[in-house]
């Protein structure tokens, strides 16, 4: 009882700053190889300011380092996040001063090594990023170009007073004390990060895993009680959209693959592309209700709609476990008087890459294409897209569409775009469409920043097309999507199963099969899902259907709890295949395979009597003159 109590009140006494430090030594020694450290190092060691014999990364460091563009305007918002995830797992430290400890626990979180350490806490990731970005008071904002004496006197005391026992860990590098730079928010809507969190109810996760591996959970709550509530927290409108477009930009970057090749695109054609999907995601967050983007629904649209949004953070961040300035090779052969063989180390690729695209689309392109990889995972994406079916060259018809896609045999990617009908239909195209269609019950949807009644709806396939009859096929790994003008998923229900129809009425998404024809002669309406997308037969029109209630193939919306129904004569329609060569492969044999069955039936020989066997085949109505009209049988 005795010596648990004194336990107890030794954990309550180590000081913040000295469980940092502790999380900082053990994330270097489990999340990194001795070579990744050593690159590190030096990364941050080259690069590094200054000031009273204490090194630190400035904000301009920072931004040039990861080469952010400046034509996007994040560099700021960048090294805000930055300043929050160094004081980990403590937010009243923040904003940090970046250390190499401080950087080290940005650069774990960033590519989410953290998860060799951390048992738990795997998926929280998103709430600590939303902390890193929200603000709770505005005027908190303070602009400074070097860091207060008094910071750099007690990160010096700090330094002095660390027991150097774990210099196999880090060595020189957690002696090296960085001092911080408090950048200048002047011509941004950014502020410093606020004490955000919330109460006990509202834990940290990933925070509680960290204390919880240092058994100190105690001094988290205690450093817990000083923070407001997340609840209370927004992030701003334009920091986020400027986060976006930066993020939409590195989403296809590479391991060690400089930014410098995706931002030499950043033309301002480029930029207002990139502004134009930014604006349709910001859109699913409902800012025009409010001045900012709150937790609850972050918390609610990322697992959603966007689970992949921050994965292009990863591959940025790797950067610093590569230092140019590090040739191992040399090391080892002066070490020795034998040649050895090169290590095998991190290189950047200087050989040109694969384009993300084939081509364009008149739908997709660069920035529409790391939309998708928002919720399609960007391995099945970038370099990995074929151009199945394009309707501005293959022609607008379910023909075509047979023709060129039915023999691919993997998943596939259905985008459709177009103008809104008006609700009273106009022309006689638009009635005849409008006459297959159960009467509108619902108004139109969200109009977004697209003034001009345009959107964009779309699907992903996970099984080979073919023609459905009575049942539809498709699995549960279906999704249906809009991406203009606003952003939203619907993922598969299993309440049913009528997640794709091709037939000759149409294509379908989350709409039944269609009926037999009425012998009473009465015309049906077309079906339609609770939560669907139908294009009809001549490809010329589509309707988007979303019943809040529910109870079809495809989920409602998480967050848009309304009731609405768009639809629209269609633009522009694709089909992209998922795949490599082996699956464009399987497609060319299969067409083979089909000409040469094609050619065999042409060549088939007739018998030796021609003229009987020419009356065999027009009594079967294959030759002779089918436009006759037929006599009465009286």
């Not at 053990?26 to 990744?36: G, N, S, V, Y």
């Not at 931002?263 to 995601?281: C, H, Y």
């Not at 391995?379 to 079916?389: A, G």
């Not at 009926?515 to 077309?526: A, D, L, M, W, Y």
Request: charged fraction near 25%; hydrophobic fraction near 40%; glycine fraction near 8%.
């Amino acid at each position: 009882m005795g010596q648990g109590h004194s336990n107890e009140h030794v954990a309550r006494n180590i000081s913040t700053e000295q469980l940092s430090h502790e999380l900082a030594l053990r994330f270097a020694k489990k999340c990194f190889t001795p070579l990744e450290i050593t690159h590190f190092k030096d990364v941050f060691r080259s690069l590094a300011d200054e000031q009273d014999g204490i090194q630190y990364w400035k904000e301009e460091t920072l931004c040039r380092f990861l080469v952010i563009p400046d034509a996007l305007g994040p560099g700021p918002l960048i090294y805000q996040m930055a300043t929050y995830l160094g004081a980990f797992p403590f937010p009243s430290l923040a904003p940090s001063i970046l250390t190499i400890e401080a950087m080290l626990k940005v650069v774990v979180i960033m590519t989410e090594r953290y998860r060799t350490v951390l048992k738990r806490g795997g998926a929280d990731r998103n709430k600590l990023l939303f902390r890193s970005l929200a603000v709770f008071d505005r005027r908190m904002s303070s602009v400074s170009e070097k860091p207060s004496q008094g910071l750099l006197d007690s990160v010096r005391e700090e330094k002095l007073e660390k027991v150097d026992t774990s210099d196999a860990v880090l060595g020189e590098a957690r002696s090296q004390a960085a001092g911080e730079e408090v950048h200048s928010a002047h011509g941004f809507s950014i502020d410093n990060p606020a004490n955000d969190e919330d109460e006990d109810e509202d834990d940290d996760e990933l925070a509680l895993a960290v204390l919880e591996s240092l058994d100190a959970i105690e001094v988290f709550k205690y450093d817990q009680r000083a923070d407001t509530k997340i609840h209370h927290a927004q992030i701003p409108v334009d920091n986020f959209r400027r986060l976006l477009m930066l993020l939409l930009v590195i989403a296809p970057l590479d391991a060690q693959e400089s930014l410098s090749r995706h931002a030499e695109r950043l033309n301002p054609k480029r930029i207002e592309s990139l502004r134009g999907v930014a604006d349709s995601i910001l859109w699913s967050f409902t800012p025009e209700q409010n001045a900012g983007i709150f937790y609850q629904s972050f918390n609610k649209i990322i697992p959603a709609s966007l689970p992949y949004m921050f994965d292009g953070l990863n591959p940025l961040f790797e950067h610093f476990l590569f230092s140019k300035n590090i040739d191992l090779s040399k090391r080892k052969r002066s070490s020795t008087s034998t040649p050895l063989a090169s290590p095998t180390i991190l290189q950047v690729p200087d050989t040109p890459l694969d384009p993300l695209l084939p081509r364009e689309g008149d739908i997709l392109n660069l920035d529409i294409l790391s939309q998708l990889s928002f919720f399609i995972k960007g391995n099945t994406l970038f370099r990995r897209l074929r151009p199945l079916y394009l309707g501005a060259d293959a022609g607008f018809s379910l023909g075509s569409i047979e023709h060129k896609v039915f023999n691919w045999r993997a998943p596939s990617i259905l985008l459709v775009s177009g103008t809104r009908v008006c609700a009273i239909p106009e022309g006689t195209r638009e009635r005849a469409f409008a006459d297959t269609l159960p009467p509108k019950r619902f108004p139109d949807g969200a109009t977004g920043n697209n003034t001009k009644g345009g959107v964009i709806f779309g699907a992903y396939i996970d099984v080979p097309w073919k023609h459905t009859y009575k049942e539809a096929i498709g699995g549960s790994g279906m999704l249906l999507f809009q991406l203009s003008p606003v952003h939203e998923v619907f993922r598969a229900s299993s309440l049913s199963t009528d997640y794709l129809t091709f037939t000759k009425t149409g294509v379908g998404f989350g709409c039944p099969p269609p009926r037999p024809k009425n012998v009473s002669g009465i015309s049906s309406h077309t079906a339609l899902g609770p939560v669907s997308l139908m294009l009809d037969s001549s490809l010329e029109f589509g309707v988007f259907t979303h019943d809040s209630t529910g109870g079809g193939s495809f989920h409602p919306s998480e967050t848009r709890k309304e009731d609405w129904q768009d639809r629209f004569e269609i633009e522009s329609l694709e089909i992209w295949g998922c795949g490599g060569d082996e699956e464009a492969e399987r497609q060319r044999a299969a067409w083979a395979f089909e000409a040469r069955e094609a050619e065999a039936r042409r060549s088939i020989k007739m018998g030796k009597d021609v003229e009987a066997d020419r009356a065999l085949l027009e009594m079967a109505g294959l030759v002779g003159n089918h436009n006759a009209s037929g006599g009465s049988m009286g």
